[in-house]
């Protein structure tokens, strides 16, 4: 399916080019509208109106926002921008299948490749951060807050979805010393089999890493930061400079790794890995539960508070500072909607009430791709509902930021228009456009 994209996007390149639109010391070309065009139409999305009028538009206004990041210094910052590009190519080579067929899909080189997204991706984040900065001093007070609330139409007041807070007490069973030595003993048969020259470091993860990702592209993670690793990864990938050689044995939070370096660029490195996870037995498991199930019983007979128990017991370092609370990372509040939780825990909490802990169970760890028990307990529960300022003031204060911050943008494009060159191709100017100053008197 990507290759259909990557032939429309060839094809956009083969149109007769000419310059349709001129802003500031910009041009926008024919042929950048169209492979736009062809792009939304293969991803599917809905372009209103007539796309030669609403694409070129967008793509005015996204230069008057560069035009006053310029004036105004804002840059994006190049890690970022390195880090994002990074991600898309991995995923498109993880898509296609190599790095040549991306080539041949595209028609051009990596390299080129690369410099083009990386001057869409700079763009998008610039243009993002001069928006949060004209309108950064938009901070609705409460007292506005609520006459926006009040004035709003019924029909119009937002239904909220049941939410809830959560609290969890979690640890892994704990891993026979013999699992352990199995796993390093297969990590160690795997170095000698690289080293010799019988085996190839990526064939092997292919077929026996568990980082099931990376083991598509033979383990291959893509050039990272050092922020980017776990500590203990990164302290031994980053000492690596053999391409040959493969690292000692490496524990991490994710399970027992083999590195192989590929490319060092400055900070950022790529290099190969192979992960193996060790196995933990249905008695191990047992034993967590019934451990899970003593400090279950205790709390609920009042010798031990739910919050004492997280900090005495539960190894989630993410939730074992704040009480076992936990946090929801799409909004960094600790409302939940049931979907935006683990299914073991949506399942647990589901017909709790208020104060109920469940009864221990198995769940998956989705960051580490491993089991572990726990109990959890509902802290709050809130039914679906019309919104209202005493149980959703932060949604309503968004909601009035978004409006207010979307009226100042739609003005400062109208005083922008007017004191920026522009000039529009003459067949181009029969549009209904959104913002009506683009053609000047």
Not at 208 to 217: G, N, P, Q
Request: charged share 25%; proline share 4%; net charge negative.
């Amino acid at each position: 399916m990507l290759g259909l994209f990557f032939c429309l996007s060839a094809m956009a390149q083969g149109v007769i080019d000419e310059v349709i639109w001129v802003v500031g010391d910009e041009a926008i070309l024919r042929s950048e509208v169209e492979e736009e065009r062809l792009r939304a139409q293969y991803e599917g999305q809905q372009i209103p109106g007539d796309p030669y009028c609403y694409i070129p538009e967008q793509m005015a206004i996204q230069k008057l926002f560069l035009h006053q990041a310029e004036l105004d210094s804002v840059e994006a910052n190049e890690s970022s921008v390195s880090h994002q590009v990074d991600m898309r190519l991995n995923y498109y080579i993880n898509q296609i299948g190599s790095k040549e067929k991306m080539e041949e899909y595209f028609r051009k080189t990596s390299s080129e490749i690369r410099e083009e997204m990386m001057t869409t991706v700079r763009n998008q984040m610039i243009i993002q951060q001069m928006q949060q900065k004209l309108t950064a001093d938009i901070k609705p007070t409460p007292s506005e807050i609520r006459r926006f609330y009040t004035s709003l139409p019924m029909d119009s007041i937002p239904m909220m979805p049941a939410q809830v807070e959560v609290q969890i007490l979690s640890f892994e069973p704990p891993v026979p010393v013999e699992e352990t030595e199995r796993i390093k003993q297969r990590l160690r048969e795997f170095t000698e089999r690289v080293q010799s020259g019988s085996a190839d470091f990526g064939m092997l993860a292919r077929l026996y890493s568990e980082d099931t990702e990376s083991a598509k592209r033979g383990g291959e993670l893509g050039f990272v930061g050092r922020g980017q690793l776990v500590t203990e990864f990164a302290d031994v990938a980053f000492n690596l400079n053999d391409p040959k050689r493969v690292s000692r044995i490496v524990q991490t939070e994710y399970g027992y790794h083999i590195i192989q370096l590929i490319e060092k660029k400055g900070e950022r490195i790529n290099c190969r890995h192979i992960l193996l996870r060790p196995r933990i037995s249905a008695s191990d498991k047992i034993n967590a539960i019934e451990r899970l199930d003593s400090i279950r019983h205790m709390i609920l007979a009042d010798s031990l508070q739910f919050e004492q128990a997280v900090i005495r017991f539960s190894e989630d370092k993410n939730t074992v500072m704040s009480a076992g609370l936990m946090i929801n990372p799409n909004s960094g509040s600790s409302r939940f909607e049931y979907q935006d939780l683990a299914p073991e825990i949506a399942k647990q909490i589901y017909s709790m009430n208020e104060g109920d802990i469940s009864q221990p169970f198995v769940m998956m760890d989705q960051a580490k791709n491993r089991e572990v028990c726990a109990i959890v307990k509902l802290k709050k529960k809130t039914d679906i509902h019309r919104a209202n300022l005493t149980d959703d003031f932060q949604a309503i204060k968004s909601m009035l930021e978004a409006k207010l911050s979307e009226d100042f943008l739609h003005s400062w494009i109208l005083k922008k228009q007017k004191t920026t060159f522009i000039q529009i191709s003459p067949e181009w100017q029969g549009c209904d456009f959104q913002y009506p100053g683009w053609i000047h008197d």
